[in-house]
């Protein structure tokens, strides 16, 4: 029984530590993406000014767009040259973005492309002010709310590291090798887990909503 429980806490604490890593690796690399669409943004608006048409400004920013986002606009580019035409492969960007400033991006030279507009530019430039001031009130918040997420890990490693404390004295080591000192550790590595889950989600600022998902070659 000791050795079922010991095994159960060690895949429980292996479960959570990986379960807290992947979360916080997708949230970096969302947050990555979210903050290279300024960059995107003032690139698309140079080259049209240059002359180049919507298309070409897509593709090139399989060349020379921010890393964390050039292999997706590479595919767009590949997808061009093997016949595919304009809507669908733009379609297709937007469904592998599927964020709320790639939405609107998107359907802004979508409509453009389509229909033409002599506004694109000046869309195009007052998105790329809403997007990075957007960008700078959240990163604000997140820092200022920062002291949410320190009290979880805090309250999370806390009674664990207290535990171990008390674990080098017999009287403790010998109470929790009993079956009721088992079950006291089994609930509290679900009270620590759900605890931390729970300060994580207050601090987590709430996602924009999409607002155009139908798709391109639909409409």
Known sequence: MQKLT?????????????????????KRINLNRASAWPEVLDLIIASLQSGASITE??????RIGPNVIRADFQKFSETISMGDNFESALGKLKETFADPISDQLFESLYFAAKFGS???IKILRELSEYV???????A????????VRNSANLAAFAP????????TQENARVAYEQSFGQVIMIVGVIATLLAYLWMNKIARLPKPKRLFTLAMVDK
Do not use: C, H, M, P
Not at 140 to 147: D, L, M, S
């Open 6 to 26: 010991v095994i159960a806490l060690f895949i429980s604490i292996f479960i959570s530590i990986y379960l807290i890593y992947s979360a916080n690796q997708k």
């Open 57 to 62: 400004s897509l593709a090139q920013l399989g």
């Open 118 to 120: 002599k506004n694109t």
């Open 132 to 138: 990075s001031s957007d960008l700078a009130l959240r």
């Open 140 to 147: 604000e918040i997140n820092t200022r709310f920062g002291w």
């Open 160 to 167: 664990w590291i207290l535990l171990l404390i008390l674990r």
